[in-house]
């Protein structure tokens, strides 16, 4: 999850070897087009009537075009205006942001796909946003991950990405005011929970403001140009454990040798011959390797849930999860008893997960999500009873669920 569980995201991949697809197999080639000499790029060997159509249907997006610039003009404008009435206020409302894409999606009638809609108006709003004060985001470095891809996802492209070396690192960059907000990984669908965030989340005076979750595809990069010559490969061990079935089904002879990142995995293998890492396009482009097959990983539907943290505690959007953290006393049917609050009030619990408290041998605190924000009735009154059951109970956010 996240660099730790994944490192490294991107668009804009020119692999070599696709695990699927035209030209199946690990020894697919490529299939270079070349245009018509004597027609501009983009024409090919259209007849006269057809380039006519073509040229009347991009007129058409031109124009299109150029009222979607005054469009997004007037919706900065307006945004300026807003940045001014709040003063001092947060710059980023993620209740706000999240009503607004859950609307577009639920109003889009194609042919736009929903997740399309959501990509692009989360960059209009962080553009819009930039104009207020611009926001910066620690996220576990170091370039090149799987964690600042998911930065970008959330924020948007106009947000400063702050690199830091840790996670813990993160969380001291949000609490020094270095960072308006962290992301951090939290848990990853193939790997499980990362227990570092959830340790410093039990500490830490910090809220959590949202989530993202993002689709994680390994990739095996290299400097050499065939699998059979890689006897070593680089990872983050979150990524092995990701990729297990496929490595001892393809490199099962070569060493993996474990890396802090993915995008140092790759930043290694790429200063070494015969060598290779385990990581996310983005990572591949920033230290120049050859992709020598993707989508390695052995769940298709390998995702990687993060957390936004911050500081500001986040209003009611309509569409939320809150997180929490407790402990029992230790006699039997304890546990138990904590969830009887939950169910008697209509309460829907999606999480539960057990951690060491390291207060003492065998003790154990329990991380649990659930439907609704903090100020739902059905919610606040079951995290009442709670407290009244519970040896220790600490809320740690209610935000938008992921769009």
């Known amino acids: 999850m996240s660099d730790e569980l994944n490192p490294d995201n991107s668009l804009g991949q020119t692999p070599s070897l696709s695990r699927g697809g035209m030209g199946r197999g690990w020894g697919a080639q490529e299939v270079q087009t070349h245009p018509h000499p004597n027609l501009p790029e983009g024409e090919g060997t259209d007849s006269p009537n057809e380039l006519l159509g073509l040229k009347k249907f991009r007129e058409q997006i031109d124009h299109i075009d150029d009222e979607l610039l005054k469009l997004f003009n007037q919706r900065a404008g307006l945004a300026q205006q ?38 692009l108006f989360t960059e209009v709003m962080s553009q819009c946003r ?10 576990l470095g170091p370039h090149g991950t799987f964690s600042e891809a998911a930065v970008f996802q959330r ?3 106009a ?21 308006n907000y962290g992301l951090v990984p939290v848990e990853n669908s193939t790997e499980g929970a990362v227990g570092r965030t959830l340790d410093l989340l039990l500490n830490s005076n910090l809220n959590i ?24 490969v680089y990872s983050h061990p979150q990524s092995f454990g990701q990729c297990q079935s496929w490595l001892h089904a393809h490199l099962p002879h070569a060493e993996r040798v474990t890396a802090s ?19 996310g396009a ?34 009611p959007s309509g569409r939320d999860k809150t997180s929490l953290v407790m402990s029992a006393p230790n006699r039997p049917g304890a546990v138990h008893d904590l969830l009887v ?34 100020s739902d009735s059905k919610v606040a009154t079951a995290l009442a009873q709670l407290k009244q059951i519970a040896a220790f109970v600490k809320v740690l956010g209610s935000y938008p669920v992921a769009v």
């Open 130 to 139: 930039a104009l207020e004060a611009p926001l910066r985001v620690a996220y």
């Open 82 to 119: 807003i940045g001014h009435a709040k003063g001092n206020g947060a710059v980023l409302r993620p209740e706000r942001e999240a009503q607004v894409l859950q609307r577009l999606i639920d109003a889009n009638k194609g042919p736009l796909p929903g997740q399309g809609v959501a990509a």
């Open 261 to 279: 990142s993915n995008a140092d995995a790759a930043r290694l293998a790429a200063e070494e011959s015969f060598a290779a890492a385990i990581g």
């Open 341 to 374: 609050p939950l169910a008697q009030n209509g309460v829907s619990m999606t999480k539960l997960e057990s951690r060491p408290s390291r207060t003492g041998l065998w003790e154990y605190v329990f991380y649990l999500d659930i439907e609704g924000h903090q």
């Open 282 to 315: 983005q990572a591949a482009q920033h230290f120049k390797l050859k992709v020598l097959v993707q989508n390695i990983e052995d769940d298709a539907r390998n995702t990687t849930r993060f957390l936004v943290i911050g500081k500001q505690e986040v209003a």
């Open 155 to 157: 924020f948007g492209q």
């Open 209 to 232: 403001c949202g989530e993202v979750l993002l689709q994680v595809h390994q990739c095996l990069m290299s400097n050499e140009n065939e699998l059979s010559a890689i006897r070593k």
């Open 159 to 179: 947000a400063e990405g702050l690199p830091a070396d840790s996670i813990d690192g993160v969380f001291s960059a949000v609490e020094s005011g270095a960072a």
